[in-house]
T-cell receptor
Framework: GQQVMQIPQYQHVQEGEDFTTYCNSS?????IQWYKQRPGGHPVFLIQ?????EVKKQKRLTFQFGEAKKNSSLHITATQTTDVGTYFC??????????FGPGTRLSVLP | KAGVTQTPRYLIKTRGQQVTLSCSPI?????VSWYQQTPGQGLQFLFE???????NKGNFPGRFSGRQFSNSRSEMNVSTLELGDSALYLC??????????????FGEGSRLTVL
């Protein structure tokens, strides 16, 4: 079955530093989504990527979908304490269920 | 617009018992998915219902079952509970999970503890 991997598992950064998490799938995807889960909370949708090579930005967050549609990345510029949480990618292939990656837990030290 | 509502929020059961969890999706959403979240396994897909039909199913034993009603509300049931079933069970609704409008809206979850 489809497998989704994320690295790193944990990331500790100083406030103001950049952060990147990578998501890799064993199969070609139709679309990929990113979610953020704050400690004690539930996953909240951030973005969906559909096109090969697509790049989308949301303020300090930049999302990229690989050319082969098998990998994606989320980059946060100048992290803030409000960025703390676990970032999940969720991958799907044409109507199949979303498979979530294990997540990257981000801690931001003030 | 009301969000996804899950009940109960917390529950404690003992091994061998069964449990039923409920999920009311966002109005207009016809797809409801269920996920099990544990520290060691992350978010594991249980099943997805669309218009009262199970459209996708994850790799969980038959003790885990679900259904969806005509008003899109969904329930999941776990029978013969085991200690390893302790987890946060998350329900997510969507206009069309997996499709171009497939953003998942998660509820707060039902935290199940099995003693």
């Amino acid at each position: 079955g489809q497998q989704v991997m994320q690295i790193p598992q944990y990331q500790h950064v100083q406030e103001g530093e950049d952060f990147t998490t990578y998501c890799n799938s064993s199969t070609t995807l139709s679309n990929i989504q990113w979610y953020k889960q704050r400690p004690g909370g539930h996953p909240v949708f951030l973005i969906q990527l559909v096109k090969s090579g697509e790049v989308k930005k949301q303020k300090r967050l930049t999302f990229q979908f690989g050319e082969a549609k098998k990998n994606s990345s989320l980059h946060i510029t100048a992290t803030q304490t409000t960025d703390v949480g676990t970032y999940f990618c969720a991958a799907t292939n044409y109507g199949q269920n979303f498979v979530f990656g294990p997540g990257t837990r981000l801690s931001v030290l003030p | 617009k009301a969000g996804v509502t899950q009940t109960p929020r917390y529950l404690i059961k003992t091994r061998g018992q069964q449990v039923t969890l409920s999920c009311s999706p966002i109005s207009g959403h016809r797809s409801v998915s269920w996920y099990q979240q544990t520290p060691g396994q992350g978010l594991q897909f249980l099943f997805e219902y669309f218009s009262e039909t199970q459209r996708n199913k994850g790799n969980f034993p038959g003790r885990f079952s679900g259904r969806q009603f005509s008003n899109s509300r969904s329930e999941m049931n776990v029978s013969t509970l085991e200690l390893g079933d302790s987890a946060l069970y998350l329900c997510a609704s969507s206009l069309d999970a997996g499709g171009p409008t497939g953003e998942l809206f998660f509820g707060e979850g039902s935290r199940l503890t099995v003693l």
